[in-house]
């Protein structure tokens, strides 16, 4: 489905950000008190701490029946570990560990640093398994930083991508919302939800950035009963497609424009 591409580190990346989530089955522990033996297996590199109430949303029971009913759910602790700096991020619930980084340079780098945080949660924790093993990549192409200005998304983007954009008679400027939602499945049982098409970008407490940046937005992720000793292959795999998927999505013009350099 994905042309086979070559490994490429882009010089001007798109990349905002790249979030690795596993899920567990739930460990009572984890929320019963402070993570403080799993802090110390990651302090070096996370010195900075928090605690959070997320809500999840409200779980609805009789769907499909005349009288659906929302069920509000239990706030979960979420534990929060950064980095000095805060490019990056560990996140842990009672059902999920994730790591984020804002500052995405090379898949060594993150997995290195995937690799000692996982480390430390397996021995503190011990899970059974993992239920889902996930890797998001936000991108968010920026016109402007590229030099492209003036240059319409018909001659950047891939036509399959494009929706009604890629229709020349169409004013971009007359557009309000072209987006694409797809859910598909990928070899080796992989799945893939992708988000692409215009859109405004706005990070935390920072104030909405004005440029209409081209957004793709790809989660990819391995469902099943996988073997904690597993993650790392699954990983991988989940990795290997990303690029293949991402090249499918630029035409020439807006892959050269971000500086490809074909690694080994």
């Given at each position: ?11 001007k ?5 790249v979030?690795c ?7 009572l522990s ?8 799993f802090q110390e297996?990651?302090?070096a590199?996370?010195?900075r701490y928090?605690a959070?109430?997320?809500q999840?949303a ?5 769907a499909?029946?005349?009288?659906p009913?929302?069920?509000?759910q239990?706030?979960?602790?979420n534990y929060h570990?950064?980095?000095?700096d ?16 804002r ?8 997995a290195g640093r ?9 021995r503190?924790?011990?899970p059974?398994?993992f239920?889902r093993?996930?890797l998001?990549y936000?991108?968010?192409v ?12 018909r001659?950047l983007i891939a ?8 229709a020349?008679?169409?004013a971009?400027?007359?557009?309000s919302r ?11 049982g ?11 970008v706005?990070?935390?407490?920072q104030p ?9 937005d790809?989660d990819?992720s ?7 000793n597993?993650s ?5 795999m989940?990795h ?5 998927i991402f090249r499918s999505?630029?035409?020439d ?7 490809p350099?074909i690694?080994e």
């Amino acid at each position: 489905m994905f042309e086979e591409s070559a490994r490429v580190r882009y010089g001007k990346s798109p990349l905002l950000e790249v979030v690795c989530q596993l899920r567990f089955p739930t460990i009572l522990s984890i929320s019963a008190q402070e993570p403080a033996g799993f802090q110390e297996t990651v302090r070096a590199d996370f010195p900075r701490y928090e605690a959070r109430q997320d809500q999840p949303a409200p779980r609805i029971t009789g769907a499909g029946t005349p009288n659906p009913v929302l069920q509000p759910q239990k706030p979960v602790t979420n534990y929060h570990f950064l980095s000095e700096d805060g490019i990056w991020r560990l996140n842990l619930t009672n059902y999920f560990i994730a790591l984020t980084c804002r500052r995405y340079t090379s898949w060594e780098e993150f997995a290195g640093r995937l690799d000692q945080a996982l480390a430390g949660f397996i021995r503190t924790y011990q899970p059974a398994y993992f239920e889902r093993v996930g890797l998001r990549y936000l991108n968010a192409v920026s016109r402007k930083a590229l030099g492209l200005e003036g240059t319409p998304w018909r001659e950047l983007i891939a036509p399959a991508c494009l929706g009604i954009l890629q229709a020349g008679d169409v004013a971009e400027a007359q557009v309000s919302r072209c987006a694409q939602d797809v859910e598909l499945g990928l070899t080796g049982g992989c799945r893939l939800k992708l988000h692409t098409g215009p859109g405004l970008v706005r990070r935390g407490d920072q104030p909405q950035d004005q440029e209409v940046r081209w957004i793709l937005d790809m989660d990819l992720s391995l469902p099943g009963k996988l073997p904690v000793n597993r993650s790392a292959p699954a990983l991988q795999m989940l990795h290997m497609h990303a690029g293949p998927i991402f090249r499918s999505a630029l035409q020439d013009a807006l892959y050269d424009a971000l500086e490809p350099t074909i690694l080994e």
